[in-house]
């Protein structure tokens, strides 16, 4: 039974490590959103929720590092705030918003829908919108592709953390029991193959800007679009009207990552990220514990 949790070193197993964070920084993050709740509303709008998530994550995630006396660093969870960490950002967010646009062109030139501009939408609130995907974006990159995948990449190797991941992504995301079949199989399909883009990108990188750009562009111009952003209402500067055609093309209410066209945008995108070599640079080593030999980077 030992085994179970322990290694044969007598150390805690990475999975039990991740579950243990999981659990956690749920908790811290559930709690601190709470908090949020009870602020002023004219303070809300300045301060999303998300952030107060991301907090919660990034709180737990160096106490996880502190508990196996590793360097309690930014840089240690693929974070930092230096220039090539901002060049990756700005990399990413443009690269997220030409994905969706990919998208949402290839479901018009199918006669899916067409888009009008929508009346009443000020420019303040398309930045405010920007402001609370960045928190979704922090938020969601520490959870799943911070400390939880690199425990996972220690314990499975890079492929199966990869499967691991990206399924526990896309299970996080709620699917209304209300879309047709096709349609909701569609939409999971496609969250998972964003989670596993999302993983390439910290893969190549060895840092969570680049995803982080990616998943704030990618749900901004969404949502800018007028788009359903993982089944929930945006209000854009655009506003699609459908032309009837099933769902499972559209994405209907759900949003242009239930289309089948979001399957095929980002099968690509993995392709790409998967040919390229990125400029990781080296992932920085477990300090070893007392005799312990140093944990080794596991293979790409």
């Known amino acids: ?123 303040t609130a398309i930045v405010k919108a920007a402001w609370l995907m960045l928190g979704v974006g922090l938020f969601e990159e520490a959870l799943f592709h911070g400390y939880l995948f690199q425990r996972a ?18 299970l996080a995301h709620p699917f209304n029991t209300e879309m047709e079949a096709p349609t909701r199989i569609v939409a999971m399909v496609t969250t998972f193959l964003a989670g596993w883009m999302l993983g390439l990108c910290y893969l190549r990188t060895r840092h969570l800007a680049l995803p982080v750009g990616v998943h704030m562009g990618w749900n901004w111009f969404l949502g800018t679009m007028g788009f359903g952003v993982s089944g929930k209402e945006a209000r854009g500067w655009w506003t699609p009207v459908f032309e009837g055609r099933p769902e499972w093309l559209t994405g209907g209410a759900y949003g242009l990552e239930a289309s089948i066209f979001c399957v095929v945008v980002l099968s690509v995108a993995i392709i790409a990220l998967t040919r390229w070599k990125g400029s990781a640079a080296p992932e920085p080593e477990a300090l070893p514990r007392p005799n312990e030999a140093p944990a080794l980077t596991p293979p790409m």
Not at 5 to 25: P, Q, S
Not at 34 to 57: D, E, I, N, R, Y
């Open 1 to 123: 039974m030992k085994a179970v949790f322990r290694d044969g070193e007598g150390h805690l197993r990475n999975g039990w490590k991740g579950l243990g964070f999981v659990v956690t920084a749920a908790i811290l993050a559930g709690i601190l959103m709470w908090v949020w709740t009870l602020l002023p509303a004219v303070v809300k709008p300045f301060v999303p929720h998300s952030f107060f998530g991301f907090l919660g994550v990034l709180l737990v995630s160096l106490d996880f590092l502190y508990l196996e006396k590793q360097p309690l660093t930014l840089s240690s969870l693929g974070m930092s705030l230096d220039r090539r960490a901002g060049r990756d950002f700005g990399v990413g967010a443009l690269a997220g918003m030409v994905l969706v646009g990919l998208v949402a062109l290839l479901g018009w030139v199918a006669g899916g829908y067409h888009l009008e501009r929508a009346a009443n939408t000020p420019v």
């Open 153 to 170: 990449i220690r314990g499975l190797g890079t492929r199966w953390a990869q499967v691991v991941i990206s399924l526990i992504f896309c």
